[in-house]
């Protein structure tokens, strides 16, 4: 799923294009795969987009995203409250961070499910007793 960088453009935040996108076919998604999930982004750029910011443009973007996350998260569960006009919308921002890292994996190459079972794999092996064993968790 690698592209060069010079053929699509992806948006940090939605326009009005993408809701359509979105309302037209996204609505039978109900258990999509990550892999459909990152071609369903890739088509979404050939369709409305004109190529994908680069690399260093979508880890700021990212970074912008995860931004607005922590806000709300801070604002929902932390000491902030919310601005007036700003509502809890975790799941949106959430869905935001996912979008930009799609991007980056499809523009780099990388096949998330691969991956992902990767990380389980690690993970089970690495910690499949040390949080069991943390009395921190278990005290």
């Known amino acids: 799923m690698k592209h060069k960088t010079n053929m699509?453009?992806?948006?940090?935040?939605?326009?009005?294009?993408?809701?359509?996108?979105?309302?037209?076919?996204?609505?039978n998604m109900e258990?999509?795969?990550?892999?459909?999930?990152?071609?369903?982004?890739?088509?979404?750029?050939?369709?409305?987009?004109?190529?994908?910011?680069?690399?260093?443009?979508?880890?700021?973007?990212l970074t912008e995203e995860v931004g607005e996350l922590a806000r709300v998260m801070a604002r929902t569960y932390g000491e902030q409250s919310f601005k007036?006009?700003?509502?809890?919308n975790i799941g949106e921002e959430i869905a935001d961070v996912l979008w930009v890292l799609i991007c980056i994996a499809n523009q780099t190459g990388i096949d998330i499910t691969e991956e992902f079972k990767k990380t389980i794999e690690k993970k089970t092996k690495r910690d499949n007793l040390r949080h069991k064993n943390n009395e921190k968790l278990n005290g």
């Open 8 to 27: 699509i453009v992806v948006q940090c935040s939605q326009t009005s294009s993408q809701k359509k996108f979105t309302k037209e076919h996204i609505s």
């Open 31 to 61: 258990d999509i795969t990550i892999r459909q999930v990152q071609q369903q982004v890739d088509k979404w750029i050939k369709t409305y987009g004109v190529r994908y910011f680069s690399e260093l443009t979508n880890m700021a973007c």
């Open 84 to 88: 007036e006009g700003e509502k809890p």
